[in-house]
């Protein structure tokens, strides 16, 4: 991201000087057609004006990567059992009637057998007067069938990680505080394609021409300048892909994203399994379910689980497993693998009722690719995919956008006028760029910025609230201009 009017060349050798005119000169061109100054200036205030919400993604993101090991520190003891040497686990259907004598309240939404030795099992429970999409998660020692504890999670997250996804999405405000996630991955890829356009630019400008330039002394804005462009294009295409797979699960974006993969089907496999099964099952975030269903007849709904889980071995699933049970008398069990480090086990099949006979299988490599993407890119988005590497890659990508951040805003600080309030800051690209462009150009850019800004509508919205703030900034400075004429600092004022 670049908060500056220029972009530089990111090299270790020799950078030439700036070879742009200063804007008294761009001004005596009036058929200038090159769309680097429109870029330039979206690309200067989206990065001072965004900056702020992007420094708090990065930190509650850089916070978020160390959760799958912060998380096992702090519920240890829910998550971990001793196996007694040559132990057998209890039925399934004692763990979670031991679950249930502890936790009468509600009715049981998942099940969760305990994927390694040393784990617990999860029964998961919908109970009324918990937040929206938070549940009761009982813990289950299946050697000695004690309960270790309960605890409220958010989807499969256990408190901790609820948090702290909860501070990342929406800084515990609600669905108003989501609005600062969703407009800060809806401005970033902006500023990060803007950049390497002018990288580009200035690239190939470098090129044309000849002898060498002397290097860019320390401390000053010309280092500050390559400094920030290096790290912007080796994070350019990690931070593009955190923009686009924040989208895909966000508000108002979001549903721009699932509207489009219904019209091409590209919709995530479904089991039937004779009742709804919640869209967003298996993902964070999405939990919940529907806390007022009665439990009258659960106890006989529920005795089939360890047909079902073994049933769905002979077709293939392996652990870990989310089992849900027959929502309803006659419905079937689904079981899904919910495996989400590469290779992604995301098979799941639909058992009926009396949990001996397969009604219905989906596999993961018969998915359309646009659900395989979407289920890739959100975990890798949360680091879930290639594990402690992914974590890595990740931390990376926030240290390298508050370094853009740092670098871009001392930019624009270096650049402030030397004679003056020391409060001045650096002055942005003129307004008016885009009235050079001839029509050929500009009607097919106003036609893609429409589509784009009903596409991701927090661009949209404080895309129009700019131009309409800039537009009327103009027409002031336009009406007072006569008035302070004379003053020597208008005749120094780009715009």
């Known amino acids: 991201m670049t908060t500056d009017t220029t972009f530089p060349v990111p090299s270790a050798g020799p950078v030439p000087a700036d070879p742009d005119p200063p804007p008294a000169a761009r001004r005596a061109h009036p058929r200038r057609t090159s769309l680097r100054p429109l870029v ?46 040559g132990a057998r686990t209890l039925p399934l259907i004692d763990q979670v009637r031991i679950a249930r004598a502890a936790h009468p309240e509600g009715t049981v939404a998942s099940v969760r057998p305990a994927p390694k030795p040393d784990a617990t099992t999860r029964v998961t429970l919908d109970v009324a007067g918990l937040p929206d999409g938070y549940q009761r998660t009982v813990f289950v020692d299946p050697y000695r069938g004690e309960v270790r504890g309960a605890l409220q999670t958010f989807g499969e997250w256990l408190p901790v990680r609820a948090w702290i996804d909860g501070l990342h999405r929406h800084l515990h405000l609600g669905e108003t505080g989501r609005l600062y996630s969703e407009t800060a991955a809806a401005w970033l890829w902006v500023v990060v394609l803007g950049g390497v356009l002018l990288w580009a630019r200035r690239r190939r400008d470098a090129r044309r021409r000849a002898g060498p330039a002397a290097p860019a002394p320390k401390g000053t804005r010309r280092r500050t300048v390559s400094r920030h462009a290096l790290v912007g294009i080796v994070a350019a295409v990690g931070l593009v892909g955190l923009s686009a797979t924040g989208l895909t699960w966000s508000k108002h974006t979001g549903e721009r994203v699932s509207a489009l993969r219904d019209a091409v089907s590209w919709q995530t496999p479904r089991v039937d399994a004779g009742a709804p099964v919640d869209e967003h099952a298996g993902h964070a975030g999405h939990g919940g379910g529907d806390s007022g269903a009665t439990s009258a007849g659960e106890p006989e709904r529920l005795s089939a689980i360890d047909d079902a889980v073994r049933t769905a071995g002979r077709s293939g699933l392996v652990a870990p497993l989310e089992v849900t049970p027959p929502a309803q008398d006659g419905a079937g069990w689904t079981v899904q693998e919910v495996h989400r480090r590469w290779p992604v086990r995301q098979d799941a099949v639909a058992v009926n009722a009396t949990g001996v006979r397969t009604t219905d299988v989906s596999r993961f490599q018969d998915w359309p690719i646009g659900a395989k993407l979407t289920e890739w890119g959100v975990d890798a ?70 589509a784009v800004g009903w596409a991701i509508p927090p661009l949209g919205v404080t895309l129009a609230a700019f131009l309409f703030l800039d537009g009327l900034i103009g027409l002031w400075r336009r009406r007072a201009r006569p008035a302070v004429a004379t003053s020597p600092s208008d005749t120094k004022d780009p715009r």
């Open 40 to 85: 330039l200036r979206i690309h200067f205030y989206a990065g001072v004006l965004v900056a702020p919400l992007l420094v708090i993604a990065s930190v509650t993101g850089l916070l978020y990567t160390a959760t799958p090991q912060i998380e096992p520190l702090v519920h240890r003891h829910e998550l971990h059992v001793d196996a007694p040497p």
């Open 381 to 450: 988005h949360m680091g879930l995919l290639f594990g402690l590497a992914n974590q890595l890659v990740l931390a990376a990508l926030a240290v390298g956008l508050l370094a853009l951040v740092f670098l871009g805003y001392r930019m624009w600080w270096q650049r402030r006028p030397k004679r003056g309030s020391r409060l001045s800051v650096g002055r942005p690209m003129p307004r008016g760029a885009w009235r050079h462009l001839p029509w050929p150009t500009l009607v097919p850019l106003a036609l893609v910025t429409v």
